[in-house]
């Protein structure tokens, strides 16, 4: 595999695991944080963090462009200290983040909802910290489904395109990840070298999605096999 398809992959996975890595922590801490708020504003803000997943990527990209530029809020900070993310590497991360946040929000979130309280107020009667109650309860109640949402993240990052190019462009070696090069590799007539581009795409997608299926396959087959050993327990 030479350097043309090297570079694109490269990146986009560097871009892809960085990304996924902050949407899973901020993620999964806001999706807590809003299965349990239950104030007037929750409509808003949660069509505030839900909003990139119904928008174009190319105003999501727009929006992300007028923050970090030089005449923007973020973008004026950054020069303070001498820096940009504007057409740099890190800017392809925060178009994937912004993109691919949605997913691992409302797939977590609802996994949250789903964890029943009481389970939670009974370990706070023993004297857990809630720190403990969310990494020893309510976590691995909720995990099929932060698990689904991250997954789904990952591959939404990795197929990110729009909002990429606005804020991040296309500079080869830097920022074109792997669907910014297949558009350009169209556009210049390059099929054979964009056809190679999407069969590395689908596989590390489709890689992805059987991973997850498997898991959540084998975990429910381990847990119907302690079922079914409980049932046997209380027969006997």
């Known amino acids: 595999m030479t350097d043309t398809y090297l570079s694109p992959l ?69 020069l303070l200290i001498g820096t940009t993310v504007v057409f740099s590497w890190p800017a392809t991360v925060i178009a994937a983040v912004v993109v691919a946040f949605p997913l691992m929000y409302m797939t977590s979130r609802g996994a949250f909802e789903q964890v029943e309280s009481t389970i939670e107020d009974a370990a706070r009667t023993l004297g857990a910290s809630e720190w403990r109650i969310f990494w020893s309860v309510t976590m691995p109640l909720a995990w099929p489904g932060v698990a689904a949402g991250t997954v789904l993240a990952f591959a939404r990052a990795l197929g990110e395109f729009g909002a990429t190019l606005m804020l991040a462009g296309n500079i080869q070696g830097k920022t074109a990840t792997i669907p910014i090069a297949i558009y350009f590799d169209i556009q210049a007539g390059d099929t054979s070298h964009a056809l190679v581009l999407v069969a590395i795409v689908l596989a590390i997608s489709f890689a992805s999605l059987f991973a997850l299926a498997y898991w959540k396959s084998r975990t429910s087959l381990s847990k119907s096999r302690i079922s079914h050993r409980e049932e046997v327990d209380q027969d006997a």
């Open 10 to 78: 490269w990146i986009s996975l560097r871009t892809v695991i960085v990304a996924t890595a902050i949407t899973f922590f901020i993620g999964v801490a806001v999706a807590r944080w809003m299965s349990r708020y239950s104030g007037k504003l929750k409509s808003v803000i949660d069509g505030i963090f839900i909003l990139p997943l119904v928008l174009p990527p190319t105003v999501v990209g727009y929006g992300l462009l007028l923050l970090f530029g030089k005449h923007g809020p973020l973008g004026k900070l950054l």
